[in-house]
């Protein structure tokens, strides 16, 4: 899923191929961020997406939300990731889930780790996902030596 509105820190974004393998993403590439919080969001309209208010409202299929993203060799970096299921007003939040990572030091780790969660039971009313992450280098450096954020997914489970 793209995700759009991206805010430029530092010196923005950069589409970079991974320095490591994800397992069964179907592209090699990630967003490089840089010294200053790079944001990128977007709001999934879930009845645009075919989904209908009966579904949501009664059955209430599972929403899972996941993103991949590390450090690169060279650099250390911070993220953080916030996902809002929200009401057709767009304002009320009806379920939230939040992840601030620790610091990943320069030279320490290379790999992709995995955030992701499962919305379940979130209630009647939910229309849309607010899904948000951003990254930046912990060490204040011109270029993009941040956060690598790669195969960022919204699915709603029906089965």
């Known amino acids: 899923m793209l995700l759009l509105s991206p805010s430029r820190g530092g010196h923005g974004w950069k589409v970079e191929e991974n320095g490591c393998l994800v397992e069964g993403s179907p592209a090699q590439t990630c967003f490089t961020t840089s010294f200053e919080w790079c944001i990128k969001s977007q ?3 879930l009845l645009k997406e075919g989904l209908w208010e009966e579904l949501l409202d009664t059955y209430q ?3 899972y939300v996941s993103d991949w993203w590390g450090a690169q ?3 250390g970096c911070e993220y953080s990731i916030c996902i809002k299921l929200l009401a057709a007003n767009r304002r009320t939040v009806m ?3 939040q992840a601030n990572s620790d610091a990943i030091q320069q030279w320490s780790d ?3 780790h995995q955030v992701s969660y499962r919305f379940r039971q979130y209630g009647r009313g939910v229309r849309y ?3 948000l992450h951003k990254g930046k280098d912990t060490h204040f450096r011109p270029g993009h030596y ?3 954020i790669t ?4 699915m709603v489970k029906l089965s």
């Open 43 to 45: 709001l999934v309209d």
């Open 61 to 63: 299929p599972e929403i």
């Open 73 to 75: 060799r060279n650099g």
């Open 95 to 97: 379920a939230e889930f």
């Open 110 to 112: 290379t790999q992709y």
């Open 129 to 131: 996902v607010h899904f």
């Open 146 to 148: 941040g956060a690598r």
């Open 151 to 154: 195969n960022s997914t919204v």
